[in-house]
């Protein structure tokens, strides 16, 4: 196998969100490598944020050691104010961003020097694209946005660039089972792109209210609807309100369920597969791009997969360029090869 370039995967991308399965799934080592190869190509400096928090030396939560975050000269990024002391990167501070966290103020800065950083951005999605025009404001190419462990919802802020998933054995001692969680993700963040129906497609109901724009109080109300081509979702679609669906005597196929993005579709496998058996299919208003998915063959926990069948069996459930970050191997779809 040669040696994995996620640069060339992430093409001309502009935003690339890192998504991880679980923890210890090789998140944060997948962002570094990505930081690395950008940083060897030059050009526009790349800009780097999280949601949530990234790059302190131990998990806060497990007490497990977690891989530092390497940025280099020229670079900037986008942190909580608090942060700031614990960053060993000599900086230039170009701007507040008005949106806080728990850890304050987001700060956008320079980097004056290579070194280790701690991120914390804004906890909040909708806060992302005021940020990311901000960044680009001030001169940022590419923004690599460290997702929050076990969420899709971070993932529409790449409606304009790609995302890249990590999985590992941590996410469950069968193999068998991660690999089918994972390639559900990836089935989820790969969802086609749809358009909201107008008129000249038919009707639709908008999910949660009845025909004359009142909220909807049971299941009943959404019932009336179901002879319709297209539900438009507003907000997220629930464990609960999926069951109900899938409970419910109403004629399923044809049906499409159309979400905003991947993020709003909060279902668990066996929901979504037990309506997609009905016939009822699933698309989105906002679509991203799965550039890739990592995997990590080792858990915290002490067990691991043998590296070559768990890269195997994930590229033959995902269907994107896998590769383990841990040793730079790859595998492709034979399509691409």
Same mark, same amino acid.
């Given at each position: 196998?040669?040696?994995?370039?996620?640069?060339?995967?992430?093409?001309?991308?502009?935003?690339?969100?890192?998504?991880?399965?679980?923890?210890?799934?090789?998140?944060?080592?997948?962002?570094?490598?990505?930081?690395?190869?950008?940083?060897?190509?030059?050009?526009?400096?790349?800009?780097? &944020?999280?949601?949530?928090?990234?790059?302190?030396?131990?998990?806060?939560?497990?007490?497990?050691?977690?891989?530092?975050?390497?940025?280099?000269?020229?670079?900037?990024?986008?942190?909580?104010?608090?942060?700031?002391?614990?960053?060993?990167?000599?900086?230039?501070?170009?701007?507040?961003?008005?949106?806080?966290?728990?850890?304050?103020?987001?700060?956008?800065?320079?980097?004056?020097?290579?070194?280790?950083?701690?991120?914390?951005?804004?906890?909040?999605?909708?806060?992302?694209?005021?940020?990311?025009?901000?960044?680009?404001?001030?001169?940022?190419?590419?923004?690599?946005?460290?997702?929050?462990?076990?969420?899709?919802?971070?993932?529409?802020?790449?409606?304009?660039?790609?995302?890249?998933?990590?999985?590992?054995?941590?996410?469950?001692?069968?193999?068998?089972?991660?690999? &089918?969680?994972?390639?559900?993700?990836?089935?989820?963040?790969?969802?086609? @792109?749809?358009?909201?129906?107008?008129?000249?497609?038919?009707?639709?109901?908008?999910?949660?209210?009845?025909?004359?724009?009142?909220?909807?109080?049971?299941?009943?109300?959404?019932?009336?609807?179901?002879?319709?081509?297209?539900?438009?979702?507003?907000?997220?679609? &629930?464990?609960? @309100?999926?069951?109900?669906?899938?409970?419910?005597?109403?004629?399923?196929?044809?049906?499409?369920?159309?979400?905003?993005?991947?993020?709003?579709?909060?279902?668990?496998?066996e929901t979504f597969e037990g309506l997609s058996r009905r016939g009822v299919k699933f698309a989105v208003r906002n679509a991203v791009?799965?550039?890739?998915?990592?995997?990590?063959?080792?858990?915290?926990?002490?067990?691991?997969?043998?590296?070559?069948?768990?890269?195997?069996?994930? @590229?033959?459930?995902?269907?994107?360029?896998?590769?383990?970050?841990?040793?730079?191997?790859?595998?492709?779809?034979?399509?691409?090869?």
């Open positions: 196998m040669k040696n994995a370039r996620l640069k060339g995967l992430i093409g001309d991308a502009k935003t690339v969100v890192m998504l991880g399965m679980c923890k210890n799934a090789g998140k944060t080592t997948a962002l570094c490598r990505l930081i690395r190869e950008l940083a060897e190509e030059g050009g526009a400096p790349a800009a780097l &944020t999280s949601i949530g928090r990234d790059g302190e030396s131990r998990d806060l939560v497990t007490g497990t050691d977690k891989p530092p975050i390497y940025m280099y000269e020229g670079m900037l990024a986008a942190t909580a104010k608090e942060l700031l002391p614990l960053s060993d990167v000599s900086r230039e501070i170009l701007a507040g961003t008005g949106l806080y966290t728990s850890l304050g103020e987001v700060m956008i800065f320079r980097a004056r020097s290579d070194g280790f950083v701690q991120l914390a951005g804004p906890a909040i999605v909708g806060h992302l694209e005021p940020l990311k025009e901000m960044l680009r404001g001030l001169g940022a190419g590419r923004l690599l946005i460290d997702g929050a462990l076990s969420r899709r919802s971070p993932a529409a802020a790449a409606k304009d660039g790609a995302v890249i998933l990590s999985t590992g054995a941590s996410l469950d001692r069968s193999m068998e089972r991660t690999v &089918t969680e994972t390639a559900y993700a990836a089935r989820i963040l790969c969802l086609p @792109q749809e358009a909201a129906p107008g008129e000249e497609k038919g009707h639709f109901t908008l999910f949660g209210e009845d025909k004359n724009g009142r909220p909807a109080e049971d299941l009943n109300a959404l019932q009336r609807g179901m002879g319709e081509e297209t539900l438009l979702i507003s907000g997220a679609l &629930t464990e609960s @309100q999926a069951a109900g669906l899938l409970r419910s005597p109403v004629r399923k196929e044809g049906l499409t369920l159309l979400v905003r993005d991947a993020g709003c579709l909060m279902l668990q496998r791009r799965l550039a890739a998915v990592t995997v990590n063959p080792v858990s915290a926990g002490g067990w691991h997969f043998p590296e070559d069948e768990f890269r195997e069996r994930m @590229q033959e459930a995902v269907g994107v360029p896998v590769l383990n970050v841990m040793t730079g191997e790859e595998s492709h779809d034979p399509a691409d090869i």
